[in-house]
C-alpha cells in the first residue's frame, strides 16, 4: 500500500498489481469492504481509500503543523503540501477522508436516488403527503421502521385522493404513485443484488419491458400520428384537464415530465380499450428508473442505457454499440439479453445473418497471432518493449482463460493515476474520455453488437467452434493492451515535461493510436452501415484506419511543433525505415529477393523461393494498386484501369461475396478461372474457412 501511494503522488505507473493492491488493501483497512465491493474497487478507489484510512478528522483539530506535515506527505502531493497553512492543510486532509464515504457507498450500491425525482406526486396530495415521501426514502430521516410509517402517510393521502375523484384516469394515477413508492421502499430495503426481492423486482420489470416492445409503440409522437386527427385533439384535451383537475403550481420542467407521463397513460388506455384488454398499462418506467440508478453506475452508463432502452422498446431495433455496453453494466448481462429477444423479428434475423454470413471469416483468420504483424506492425519498431510485453501477453491469453480475466481487468481498472499540472487522473479512465478504443472482451461473451468487435472476430456463432474461443481472447486483449500501454507510456512521458500535455494533443496521439492499429473510423454517416460494410467486406475498418494513417502522417509533418505530431512522424519513421533498412540488407546480404518495381505484386516484398512475407501491415497492397492505376492512366489504357479496380474492389470482399462473385464470374479476383462442381465442397467452402 505504501509502494502503491508513493506512485500515486508523483502520477507515476502502478508500482504494485491491481490484484495485490486489493489484497494488500482489504488487509490494512481498519473498516474492511466486503468481498463484492473489493472485487468493483478501481485502482485510484484503492488509492483513495488507503488514504482517507490514515486520517482521523476528530484529531486534526489537535495536530500542530509538524504532525500535520507528516501526515500529509504519507496522503498528498507535494505540490499541495509546499507553502499550505496549517488551516490549508487540515482542510484537504478533511475533504480526503470524507471523500472516502462517497466511494464506499457507491462501491456497496445502496445508493437510492431522491424518490421524488422519479415519482411526479400529483400536487393535489399537499405539501404534507409529499413531505411524507421524502421523508421515507431520506435515510438520515430515521430507521426503517419511522419511514416506512412516513410511507404510510403518502400511501394513505393517495390513497384518500382516489377515494374522492370519479374520472377513472385519475384514479388510475394515484394508484400507480402508490404501488409504485411501496414496491421502491421494498426495492431498497434489500441489502445485495442476489437478494431474491431484489432480483424478482428485476425480472418485474424486464418482463414489463418485453410486453412494451414487443408491440413496438413508438414515441408519443408516432403513436399520435397513427391516430386521427380527432381522437388526437380529445386525448390532448383530457390531458390539459387532467393536469389542472390536480390543482397546484409545477416548474415547467415538471409540468413537460408530468403531461408526457399523462399523455402516455392516455394512450395506454385508449390502445386497451380498442384491443378490448382490461390491461394495457404498465409502469415500467420508473421501477426500471430506480433499479437502474441504485445501481451504482455512472451518471454516462446511465443516461446510454435510458436511451437503449428507448431505441428497443419503442423502435424494436437494436442500440448503438456504447448504449448496449452501458446497458450490460446497468442492468446485468442476462436482463439486457432478454430486452434483446423483444425487437423486431427482421432486426434479430438480420442480425443472425451478420454472425453465419461472418463465420468463414473468423475461421480463416483464427487460430493464429497474426494480429500482431498486421494491426500491431505499425507501432511495434517505435514501441519494442511495449509490442514485446503485449505480445507475451497475446501468447499467454490464448492458452489461460484466467490470465485473460485478470489482464482484461487490469486494463480497465489497474493502470494507475498521472499527474496532469495540479490534477492527478485514473489514466484508464482519462484515455477513455479522449476516445481509445478498448474493444469489449468478458469470458462469459457479451451482448454488444458486431459493431463494436474487433474485425477479425465478427461472428458469434464462431465463439461455438473448439479454439476459436482462445483465439478471439488473445486477438482482442493483444490489441488492446498495444494500445492501452502505448498511450499511456506517451502521456506519462508528457506528463513529466514542464508544460502539460493540451487535450487536443492527447486526443491527436490516441487517434493515431487507434487507426494505427487497424481500428479505422468511418464517421458518423457510414457508422450505422458498418455492420453491412463487415458482411460484404474482409477488414473495411482496417482498409480505412491504412489511409487516416497516411493522413495523420500527413497531418503530423505539417504541425511538427506539436508534441502529438513528433510521436507520430517518429512511430512511422521507425515502422518504414525498419522495414526497408531490412529488406534491403537481407537483400544485399542474398538472403532474399526484392522487387522495387511497384506495379509488381512482389514489390518491396521478402521473396524465398515460392514464398512471400509482407510485412507492411497492410499498405502494400495499395501502393502496388495505385502504382498500376497510375500506369494504366499515363498510357490512356481505360479498360485495364477498370480491371485494376474492380480488381482491387475483389480483393476487399468478405468469403462468402467473394465466393459468389467468383461463382458468377466464372474467375476469381486475379483472373483465374473457377471450375466448381455442385459438390466440390473443398473448393466451395473449404478454401474460404481454412484459417490463413
Known sequence: ????????????FPSVSLR???????????????????????????????????????????????????????????DEIEGASVKTLRAKLRDTARGADAIRTRLNQGAFPELSRALQVPTSTGRRGQRALLNAFDEDFGDVVSREKEL???????????????????????????????WSFKMQSVESFQDPLWLAGQDEVVSMLKTIAKGHRGTIEKRLAKLPADTVGELEKDVRTHLRALGGSLTEDAKRAFSDRLLTMRLDLHDAAELGKADF???????????????????????????????????????????????????????????????????????????TIGLPRVLMTTMDMSAMFRQGAVLAFGHPFVFASAAKDAVRTFFHERSAIRLNEALKMGRGTVKLGDKVEDIAALTERLGLYQAPWEAQGSIVSLSTREEGMMSRLARMIPGIKMSERSYILFLNKLRADVADNAIRGWAKSRVPPSENEMKQFIHFVNVATGRGIPGKSLDTILPLMNAAMFSPRLAISRFQVVGETARAFMTPSNRASQLIIKDMLAFTGTNLAALSLGHWAGLWDLEVDPTKADFMKIRIGNTSIDPWAGFKPYATYFARMTEAISKGDFDRLD????????????????????????????????????????NAFISRAVPL
Open 1 to 12: 500500500v505504501n509502494r502503491a501511494l508513493t506512485s500515486a503522488s508523483v502520477g507515476d
Open 20 to 78: 495485490q493492491l486489493r489484497r494488500s488493501t482489504s488487509n490494512t483497512l481498519t473498516t474492511k469492504l466486503a468481498d463484492k465491493e473489493l472485487g468493483l474497487a478501481t485502482y485510484t478507489d484503492l488509492i483513495d481509500l488507503s488514504k482517507a484510512d490514515r486520517i482521523d478528522i476528530k484529531s486534526l483539530g489537535k495536530m500542530k503543523k509538524a504532525e500535520l506535515e507528516s501526515l500529509a506527505t504519507t496522503v498528498l502531493r507535494p
Open 281 to 355: 398499462r404498465f409502469d415500467a418506467g420508473r421501477r426500471l428508473k430506480v433499479l437502474i440508478e441504485s445501481s451504482g453506475a455512472s451518471q454516462g452508463d446511465i443516461n446510454n442505457t435510458f436511451k437503449g432502452l428507448r431505441t428497443i422498446v419503442e423502435e424494436g431495433l437494436t442500440p448503438g454499440a456504447e448504449r448496449l455496453q452501458a446497458m450490460e453494466r446497468t442492468m446485468g448481462a442476462d436482463a439486457a439479453r432478454e430486452l434483446l429477444k423483444a425487437r423486431r423479428l427482421t432486426e434479430r434475423g438480420g442480425e443472425l445473418f451478420m454472425d
Open 152 to 182: 404510510n402517510k403518502f400511501v394513505k393521502a393517495m390513497n384518500d385522493e382516489s377515494a374522492k375523484v370519479t374520472d377513472p384516469f385519475l384514479k388510475q394515477v394515484y394508484k400507480e404513485d402508490a404501488a409504485f413508492s411501496e
Open 643 to 682: 480491371n485494376i479496380v474492380e480488381q482491387l474492389a475483389r480483393s476487399k470482399l468478405a468469403p462468402v461475396p467473394s465466393g459468389i462473385w467468383d461463382a458468377v464470374t466464372g474467375r476469381d479476383f486475379i483472373g483465374r478461372p473457377v471450375k466448381w462442381n455442385t459438390l466440390d465442397f473443398d
